[in-house]
């Protein structure tokens, strides 16, 4: 399953590539890609565990910039 995403409040292009780069590493994920330039979160995963893994994705994204939202509403 493939979902892009709305982000709010993300600050810079690092904090994107390092995003981008612990979500991948995330079990379920099969590919991921944050754009600081159009404010978009893109991930491919089980569509199973879909769920579970965006908590998981979340709190990536919470750890490397805690201002930034993902907008769940797809």
Do not use: H, W, Y
């Not at 390092?18 to 079990?27: P, R, Y």
């Amino acid at each position: 399953m493939k979902k892009t995403f709305k982000l709010e409040d993300l600050d810079c292009a690092n904090c994107a590539a390092k995003m981008e780069n612990g979500i991948k590493k995330l079990e379920g994920v099969q590919s991921a890609s944050v754009s600081f330039m159009t404010q978009r979160l893109t991930i491919e995963a089980e569509e199973k565990d879909f769920d579970a893994i965006m908590k998981q994705v979340a709190a990536v994204c919470r750890k490397v910039e805690p201002d930034c939202r993902i907008i769940m509403k797809g």
